[in-house]
């Protein structure tokens, strides 16, 4: 699953005609889901204008871009940097460079203050000589030799992308190289001459999802359409993919078929066969040297015991393969205790475990015939952790990227068994922070589960319900919302006076599985519930009351801010929903919605509609209710969550009367945005809209609604 949350990539519509859903109601609206239709594309101009009048043009507005703008472009950011070879590869935007650079340098000239870099690939040129627009997304280097890559690139920031092969010695793309035309595309490198590659072959070869459902081996200088299949999953499948793993002394093949965006299956390439790895298939499996780690979503018995969910195990693979079920636990999950990640280096895993929402470090290392477990040295209280391998095929250097709310983000360089890691890099203070203070709170949902959430607040925050305050939530997919430092909510929020809290509601991560899984599908509204236990309980404590209290999300998130909307719209002064899901009766049937079915349920399915149903803005939102203000950002060039969502709702909330506003950026795909200048402006805009309404303003929530 997590291999997936890159691109938020299910099964086949399940539907049969004796069971088939009641026809949905005509939707007057259906032609904004033409993304780039003329007439589309003539409303969305009105929109955008409209919203330029009224949030962008005051000197608050234009002071607070500018100061953005300024953050995003500084040059004393932290340059994170990727080892390729024997060098250290970033790539950066700035005022000068829009698109970006790729550069590279050494490690003993980037632990200078101000390194010396060499430009490997220039974005603004190439898109100036190909008049493209261009996004950069990444290279992939071959080991050990390091001499090629393929480097993917984006039209406007869309999740498709072109690749091409390009050569690291020469500093060009390879003439006559591995090309493919843009498409979303999984390619990897299986030889210097031989490709694995999955795209659009034609008709056929795509999932429901869009994603590849065929993989071949392309070999150098065939033309692609002689490439040779290798696997091919099922229409309903979320994708297939195919990897070599390079490490020394351990190459080998192995082919994944993603089922579903929670289930896949692994096989071992051997000659033309496929070994099938037999593990849960919702569990996810790593190889790693001759280890096989599972890390498991639900309880698995084997081996004569039953380990739990949200455990990592590890064991030979061979042995497995063999039959063998012996494992070793290297984390064993508690009540507020998770896994968070892990990455492995030559010779150890670094497992990064979140306790009650804040990160924990251990180093992990097979001796003898025992694991041992230590903690990582020189690592902070309070905070978010990010560990990282520099080098897992030879080397047992590791990252370390260390943030919180209000200490300003620092990356650091360290080596498994060593001491404790240096210090390489340290973002400047891009807000002043001298009078804000972090706390950890728990609200009670309606079921009696505690709920957890941050609160960056004034030390000297007076309980009188005044404060703007601003709440955010995600609570989807497993992913947990951690503390992190950001100079724009820094300098757009915090130091105004505002207070930020980050609620760690059902749906994400924060404890496991097991929280993930207790809201999907028909348990999807107890994510809701939560976020509305924390916004009850900062009422109750007197932070805030409803006419101060906004909130924004974006993605799912964005879906969580649409039922906030239609269920507690007397609860909130503000919304700002950002590229959201709201129209949950088509999602499945727009881009890459068909993959997200195992999070919220099958429309066409009619008993899983009926649940759909309570939790789908677009259908919810009604004419004789009164909604606070909103605003709903989302990109034209976002082609995972379909910008039809936002333009929908908006368009439909406008028609019954309500207080709403819209931007859609022209590029950006699912970020919003695809350069510096395009964040802040999109930034700016929330930020303004939220302290009108909720300091200045003050005056606009909504009332109570009765159910669906």
Known sequence: MRRLLAV???????????????????????????????????????????????????????????????????????????????????????KDHERGLWRRTTLAEYRKDHPAWETVLDLDALAKTENENWVWHGADALPPDYTRCLVSLSRGGADADVAREFDLTTKAFVKGG??????????????????????????????????????????????????????????????????????????????????????????????AQLVKIEKPDDATADVWREWLLLRLRTPWSAGGRTWPAGALLATKLDD???????????????????????????????????????????????????????????????????????????????????????????????????????????????????????????????????????????????????????????GGFEISEVPTYSGLRGAGWLEKGGVLVIANIRGGGEFGPTWHEAAIKANRPRAYEDFIAVAEDLIRRQITSPKHLGINGGSNGGLLMGNMLTMRPDLFGAIVCQVPLLDMRRYHKLLAGASWMAEYGNPDDPKEWQFIRTFSPYQNVKKDVKYPPVLFTTSTRDDRVHPGHARKMVAKMKAQGHDVRYYENLEGGHAGAANNAQQAYMWAMAYTFLWKELKEGAGGAGTPVSGP
């Open 8 to 94: 938020l990539a299910l099964t086949t519509v399940l539907s049969t005609p004796s069971h088939a859903a009641a026809p949905p109601p005509a939707d007057p609206y259906l032609w904004l889901e033409n993304v780039t239709g003329a007439k589309a594309l003539e409303w969305v101009r009105a929109r955008n204008a409209e919203s330029t009048r009224e949030l962008a043009e005051s000197e608050a507005f234009k002071k607070m871009d500018a100061r953005f703008l300024e953050i995003l472009n500084s040059d004393a950011r932290i340059p994170y940097v990727k080892k390729i070879g024997d060098s250290y590869y970033n790539f950066w935007r700035d």
């Open 178 to 271: 591995f090309t493919l035309p843009e498409a979303k595309s999984t390619i990897a490198w299986a030889s210097m001459d031989t490709v694995f590659v999955g795209t659009d072959f034609g008709p056929g070869s795509l999932t429901t999802s869009g994603y590849p459902r065929i993989i071949k081996a392309w070999a150098r200088g065939t033309p692609l359409s002689a490439a040779r299949t290798v696997y091919e999953g099922k229409p309903g499948d979320v994708s297939v993919n195919a990897y070599r793993d390079h490490t020394p002394g351990f190459e080998r093949d192995f082919v994944a078929r993603n089922v579903t965006f929670y289930t896949d299956q692994l096989f071992l390439r051997c000659g």
């Open 320 to 474: 497995f393969l063999a039959g063998g079920r012996s494992f070793d636990m290297l984390f064993e999950p508690g009540e507020r205790t998770s896994l968070d990640s892990y990455a492995t280096t030559r010779s150890a895993i670094l497992v990064n475990e979140l306790d009650n929402v804040k990160s924990r470090v251990y180093l992990v290392r097979r001796e003898g015939d025992r694991w041992s477990r230590t903690p990582l040295p020189g690592m902070p209280e309070f905070g978010s952790i990010d560990a990282s391998a520099v080098d897992p095929l030879t080397s047992d250097d590791y990252t370390l990227t260390i943030t919180d709310f209000l200490t300003p983000t620092s990356y650091h360089l360290g080596t498994a068994g060593g001491g404790p890691p240096e210090k390489l890099k340290q973002t400047p203070a891009f807000f002043d922070a001298t009078n804000l203070t972090v706390s950890q709170h728990e609200a009670v949902s309606k079921d009696g589960t505690r709920v957890p959430y941050f609160e960056v607040a004034p030390k000297a925050l007076e309980p009188d319900s005044a404060a703007p305050t601003l709440l955010y939530g995600y």
